[in-house]
């Protein structure tokens, strides 16, 4: 109650006391309790006001304390540098694996493609069926050559049986010349003993004589043509004789040739037949390891879409270290302007963070659970 107020009652109270002949001293005592009273609250009064004073500047100092003790230890100036940093640097982790990991991508593609390409142009080439093919066709060529040769050898067969059935002839000819040699002794046997009875008949036998003279010189005629015959027939018998030997060695020659290179040819093409044996299994094991290549990669590249969960993940982490930074920022510019900082609320941030999430496996990681590894089986699928 103000002093003035009090005066005045106490005032009043001596003017109805006096009104009612109140003893003097009554009047008196009420005046002075009346002061007393009055003092004794503005003392309480000033008492509280300054102990709220107090306790405000207690708070006050407390709290200044705290935030230079905060600032001392430098973690909100180094939350508030060092968070930015940390958002670049996984910016710059998530553009770079991302630009890796599409780069492989599109390189694996380029394989898987090509693997693809080659597969399909060996089935639709048909290069095993070619092949066989060539085989075919180059082992009826040369059985053709075979063939060819066996019949020349058989042309050369029968030119040596001619040559052969010459010779025999020459043998004809070699008797004949000696018959003919054989005749012309008889007939000149015959000439003389005309002559012989033609000189003992005298002058009557003389016409004989000219004619068995006649005989004598054709029987020389023939002896010697019978002789050259024999000499001709006997050149002509050594040179057929050197030619059917030749010609037989030749013969013998030529079909041992053939029979040789009949062997070769078939260990050619046996050869050949078992290198496009080789050659088929060999494409065959390759159609099939391309096939498992070409799988593989596929498999790859699924498994490389890893970089779309962990960018999401990354890109997640950065928006709650920029949220943390601006709340960080926020109570700086707080108590820069004397205002009293917002607490942060772990729960309430947790929540927040929890609701953001994308994969399974951050809300694994996040109530304490073991992350999932890149290769277990998840329901969603990233393009």
């Known amino acids: 109650m103000p002093l003035p107020s009090v005066l005045f009652g106490s ?3 001596v003017l109805v006391g006096g009104l009612q002949r109140l003893p003097v001293t009554l009047a008196i005592a009420l005046l002075f309790l009346g002061l007393g009273t009055t003092v004794l609250l503005s003392s309480l009064i000033r008492a ?3 102990a709220f004073q107090t306790l405000d500047e207690q708070a006050q100092a407390d709290r200044a304390t705290a935030e230079k ?7 909100e100036p180094t939350c508030r540098g060092v968070l930015p940093v940390w958002s670049g640097q996984i910016d710059f982790a998530r553009e770079h694996t991302e630009d890796a990991i599409t780069a492989l991508t599109e390189r694996f593609a380029s394989l898987a493609q090509r693997v693809e390409q080659a597969l399909a142009s060996s089935r639709e080439g048909g290069a095993d069926t070619a092949l066989v093919d060539l085989l ?15 019949t020349a050898l058989a042309n050369k067969s029968a030119l040596l049986q001619q040559v052969t059935e010459l010779a025999n002839l020459t043998e004809q000819l070699r008797a004949m010349a000696l018959d003919v040699g054989n005749i012309a002794k008889q007939t000149n046997l015959v000439a003389l003993n005309a002559a012989i009875e033609a000189a003992r008949a005298g002058e009557v036998g003389r016409g004989f004589a000219v004619v068995a003279d006649e005989i004598r010189k054709l029987s020389s005629l023939s002896g010697e043509t019978g002789k050259r015959i024999g000499e001709t ?3 002509v018998s050594a040179a057929i004789a050197g030619t059917l030997a030749i010609s037989r060695q030749y013969a013998d020659q030529d079909e041992a040739t053939v029979d040789h290179s009949g062997q070769v040819i078939e ?3 046996q050869r050949f037949r078992d290198a496009t044996d080789a050659l088929l299994g ?3 094991l390759l159609r099939e390891e391309s096939a498992a290549v070409g799988h593989e990669v596929a498999e790859v590249l699924v498994a490389l879409q890893f970089q779309d969960r962990v960018s999401q993940v990354l890109v997640l982490v950065r928006n709650d270290l920029e949220r943390l930074h601006r709340h960080i920022g926020q109570r700086g510019d707080d108590r820069d302007a004397g205002r009293t900082p917002q607490p942060i609320d772990a729960d309430a941030w947790l929540d927040q963070l929890a609701r953001t999430y994308t994969v399974p496996e951050q809300h694994a990681v996040h109530h304490g659970g073991a992350h999932r590894t890149a290769s277990s089986e998840s ?3 990233f393009f």
């Open 11 to 13: 005032g009043s109270i």
């Open 48 to 50: 509280r006001d300054k």
């Open 69 to 75: 003790a905060l600032c001392q230890c430098g973690l």
């Open 136 to 150: 075919g066709n180059s082992q009826q060529e040369l059985d053709s050559v075979i063939g060819a040769l066996r």
């Open 233 to 235: 027939v006997e050149t």
């Open 267 to 269: 260990q050619v093409i």
């Open 282 to 284: 060999s494409s065959r």
């Open 379 to 381: 329901d969603i699928t």
